[in-house]
């Protein structure tokens, strides 16, 4: 990934191409569409996403301290920007590297000045009007800008008073996460998960804000929806809703309809998952033993996909983009001892994976869950590998993974060729990341925009947005429905949930990213006790490191069989042997007869 976005910005150097194409028309979710079946593409759909030209989003990355974390999160969050892409046939049609550099920014990072970041706009003032600028000066470089990715989680006032106030859809990283696998999702499994967790992103989402006309308005797009806040009609309320029910309600209503179908769709094709899994273990094995499933798990982007793919001899499909597998693929593989397993490539795993996404994709995620043995693969040229490390751990243990399977799993450093080519390269590449930090649409130097930004929030020059119009439209930032529902949501949530989500559904909706961070070096902490570091060096790429990985999986398979034998023993000898006398007193009775 970071080989690529090296890549993406020497291109950069180059004047970039305006794109031609005509300004698309924003698909606003959720309108007031009067059809009481909501149609599933509207409903999965947070942006517009024409398959035949991805979506152009603005970044705006907040500061990070120290630089090395600064850089290796804007490098995410430029990949993911360029990532959401919809997926055709199996493929994606366009190439990674094609893609120039998404326009962005660095701006003061509000979490690092209070505790609290604004609960109305999340930025404060004097950042946000910076960022509407440099939106104006790239679309009148000729930029087209469908939306803005804001790489931090924000809630749904936020992100509405925000789009209000840059014009523009605007995207958190739970949502474009979510979008992203929307938009990868192939198979009907993968799909039917997508959908769940964007339905139930966008419920979080449904925010009261006043209309130009000054009525107030509930939805996510909200140009449309023009309908009292407190209900309309002859005003119905409580267990039957119908002609009186409030737009609010009746979204909530097509959004529970909605969900409740997808989630029998899903259960059956966890049931089906179930019976596959347990006929595989009967019958599939050798050696007198079921068939050992062992699940290749990593951060995205660490090359899961190309080292299942060259393991087994087959056609996995790996890409630069992240997410690149949304749906999760088996293949047979052939140990060195002759025994065959299967290996089974599954989601890739990111800092903050939504909650939306770990509980919709439950029935995906049961394979790591129920494998025999896993493999932690991590890009070894990832600067900060550890954070990779430990986002990892900490949704492999929230899914379920058993402590012991932790202690027994695999870590695998993978992408090795490329350490001696970055070794070779280090200053440059320190140059390169340089020329990401200071770059900005607007010519100046990003640190100028920083401080410009601090000195008007310090000296009281921005202006309060939870009071002032901005433009036409007020925003209203008093507390909504929207947060209303965003706790009953997580209650939802943790419902569906078997209780092991809480932790998870606090830190991705949390705006505070301090308590985010506290909870990340706590749990750091706690991952310390697991093993850190490579058994295996590989390159999925040259293929070093592979024999000794696939004599590893054997050796550890093996140890496993001896162990489940051994405790079978143990347990029959105390339990399941028939009662017989002793030798002494058999030799007894024999005597005296
Ligand atoms: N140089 C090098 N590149 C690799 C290696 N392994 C994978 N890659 C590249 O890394 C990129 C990502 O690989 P994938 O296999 O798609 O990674 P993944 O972990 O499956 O990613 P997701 O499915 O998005 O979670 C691809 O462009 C691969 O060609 C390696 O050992 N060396
Ligand atoms: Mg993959």
Redesign the pocket.
Known sequence: MFRALNLLRCRLIEPPCPRLAAPKILSFPLSTKQSNEPDPQDVVSLINRDPTSPPRLFVVQPRLRPDAALHARLDEALCLANSLEEQRDGFFHTDFFEKGLPPHVVVQNPAARSPKPRADTYFGPGTVDNIKIHLNAAEEKGEIIDAVFVNAILSGIQQRNLEMIWGKPVLDRVGLIIEIFNAHAFTKEAKLQAELAALMYKKTRLVRVRGPNGRLTFGVGGEAEVVSARGRGSGGQGFISGAGETELQLQRRRIAERRSRLLSHIEEVRRTRAVQRAGRKRHGGSFGLGLSTVAVV?Y????????VGTLSDSDVY????????VDPRLRSVVLPSGRKVLMSDT??FISDLPVQLVEAFHATLEEVVEADLLVH?LDSSAPNLDEHRSSVLQVLEQIGVSENKLQNMIEVW??I??QEVDEMHSDGALLDAEEVEFENLSGEDDESVLSEISCQESSGEGIDRSTTASGDDEVVAEQSEGELEYEEDEDRLCEVSSGELDDLAITSNTPGSSIRQAQSAASDERYQSYKCGPDVK????TGVGLQELLELIDEKLKAQDESVKSERVVERGAFDRKWRPPRENDAGIAVEQ
């Open positions: 990593g995205t982007n660490a090359g899961k996909s190309t080292l790996g890409d630069d983009r992240l997410f690149a597998t989601v890739g693969v993978n992408k060729d490329l590989t390159s999925a790429v």
